[in-house]
């Protein structure tokens, strides 16, 4: 994932399609139950096992919460639209 800024207030959006993922397949690549760690600086892709990012601000885990299957369709079809 590439790294994101904050602003001043410490808030980020972050909208963006990480390609190779997947979401409650099961499979290696899928994200739900992994962990999202913040860190106070930017990962310089070099460095392991932290990328010397700093340290850890914050932290997380992916969760899927009222899975709607209806709604998702293949990932490179875009936004499903319900019917």
């Known amino acids: ?6 602003d001043a207030a410490g808030n980020v959006k972050v909208d963006q399609r990480l390609e190779g993922l997947a979401i409650d397949s099961g499979d290696a690549n899928d994200i739900v139950g992994k962990a999202v760690v913040v ?3 930017p990962d310089d892709y ?27 369709g293949p990932a490179d079809a875009g936004p499903a639209q319900p019917t």
């Open 39 to 41: 860190h106070a600086d």
């Open 1 to 6: 994932m590439p790294n994101q800024a904050a």
């Open 46 to 72: 070099t460095t392991q096992p932290s990328g010397a990012a700093g340290g850890r601000i914050a932290c997380g885990v992916i969760e899927l919460e009222n899975p709607a299957p209806e709604y998702l």
